[in-house]
């Protein structure tokens, strides 16, 4: 049977008064808002659960990536690129280091201080851009004492850098872009610039979002 237009709205008060009523109980409010929360919370782990899941997973990932690229380049701690060494037809490029390392380093480099040595890439038709050569030295002491002695080359064409790991090389580039050229070199292929005087590591992108401007310093 249906309810009458009366019954109806007096239903409809008692529903509010009792809400009214309700609401002006604080054990009621307290009790509710308790149980709402709950609810809620349920719903936030269910939501946030998977997220964090794969939060770790993805810092996991980034840690075994970082410690891939650390052993990547542990393997190039010996080697070094060289830049603008006039590139010729049948050249001897181990000969050709080992003169142009004595005569700037002041040093007596043999044969027997490297290990392999070749140029990069493919030849270019273009003799004004010589292809750039690795050196790969039988001992990490030979190799920095050539680096060491990079700056002897200063009024040349020829520049000396170390061997970067794929992720370093754009990570340097990046690093040169946002501090300049100047301003950023690497040892022992971590990737260096200078903050207020003092100097830092660049070890993950994140790093270059430094606000500090670096200042200058000497390759």
């Given amino acids: 049977m249906p309810f009458t237009r009366e019954q109806k709205s007096e239903i409809s008060t008692i529903i509010s008064d009792t809400i009214t009523a309700l609401l002006d109980n604080e054990k ?21 659960a998977p997220l964090i899941s794969e939060i770790e997973e993805v810092k996991k990932s980034n840690v075994t990536t970082q410690e891939l690229d650390n052993l990547r380049q542990y393997t190039r701690r010996n080697s070094l690129r060289i830049f603008g060494i006039k590139e010729d037809i049948n050249e001897d490029v181990e000969r050709k280091m080992i003169e142009t390392f004595n005569t700037y380093c002041n040093v007596n480099m043999k044969a027997e201080s490297i290990d392999r040595c070749h140029r990069i890439g493919k030849p270019s038709d273009n003799i004004n851009k010589p292809r750039a050569i690795i050196v790969k ?19 040349t064409k020829i520049v000396i850098k170390e061997d970067l790991t794929r992720t370093r090389l754009e990570l340097y580039k990046e690093a040169c ?9 690497t040892v022992d292929g971590v990737i260096k610039t200078k903050i207020k005087g003092r100097a830092v590591s660049i ?12 200042m200058n310093h000497a390759n």
């Fill in 28 to 48: 009621f409010i307290e009790t509710l808002s308790n149980k709402i929360m709950q609810v809620i919370e349920i719903q936030v782990c269910k939501i946030t």
């Fill in 137 to 155: 030295f039988t001992s990490y002491r030979y190799k920095n004492l050539i680096y060491r002695s990079k700056t002897k080359f200063r009024n």
């Fill in 177 to 185: 872009s946002k501090f300049g050229f100047k301003n950023v070199w």
């Fill in 203 to 214: 070890n993950k992108m994140d790093d270059l979002d430094a606000e500090e401007q670096p």
